[in-house]
């Protein structure tokens, strides 16, 4: 069997933070105003290089907007090692012959409009034993409208969990086009809510294109879990963040992946 080379990606919920203060109301978390950066940074395990984003906040003014920038020309460190900017507001540092290390511990530190700001993150394992069952399935004409019997057919994502970690499912359709079931809209791309235990169960109708999808299992930090869920409840008045004079967050993940076919 051909082996498949997969490119991993991430949805993002920091960029709802930009835009934090366009309800018009006021930042309930303390020491946070309207020059507070935004930084975003995923480091994954197994890659050479980390970057760090930073973006200023965007302000609503009642009929106008302050609209959200990057913020450029900073010297940014990990673990005392300078990043450089790759392009505006994008700052990277290539690790060489290393590798981002699974239960190693990374520190941000930079200097922002006379505020220190810092964050830390410990790099959680990789993935081991990640399968799934059935590999495939075949759908029918009839079952793909009307929802038969076979959608009771549980496709089970499974993997080791020795420690209790937050996991997010990420899957990628053959179809990049929302498919209307009898269950309601299925999106090309969806991502599941961070969740703790070692499966995920699926159904036929959450594959209705056939082809090959490919699904990602990220191990993710609380940190990450934590503004996940903060922003899916949409309490942008009082904003989590585990960095030191900024919104967004500084975190690590590990990834694996595996095909499934619809025939």
Known sequence: MKRRK????????????????????ELAT????IITPIVESYLEE???TLSVKLYSMEVYLGEDYIFSKPITGL?????????????????????????????????????????????????????????????????????YYWGEADDSTEIVLSWDDPDRSFYQVYVVSPSSATVNTPSGPVFGRRMMQPFQGNRHVM?????????????YLYRVN?????????????DLANPVSSIDNALGIFTSLSVAAVGFSVE
């Open 222 to 234: 609380k940190d990450y879990a934590d503004l996940y869920e903060r922003i899916s409840s949409t």
């Open 30 to 33: 303390s020491g946070i105003d």
């Open 75 to 143: 010297h940014l460190q990990v673990n005392g090692g300078e990043l450089h900017e790759t392009a505006n507001g994008t700052y990277s540092l290539d690790m060489g012959t290393d590798t981002i290390r699974g239960l190693q511990e990374y520190k941000l530190q930079f200097e922002y409009q006379g505020k220190t700001i810092q964050a830390s993150t410990s790099v959680p394992q990789p993935i081991h034993n990640l399968t799934i069952e059935p590999s495939s399935i075949t759908q029918t004409y009839s079952s």
């Open 6 to 25: 997969y490119t991993y990606a991430l949805l993002s919920p920091v960029a709802c933070l930009i835009f934090v203060t366009g309800c018009g109301e």
């Open 46 to 48: 197994g890659k050479k």
């Open 203 to 215: 159904r036929p109708m959450d594959f209705p294109a056939t082809g090959y999808y490919t699904i």
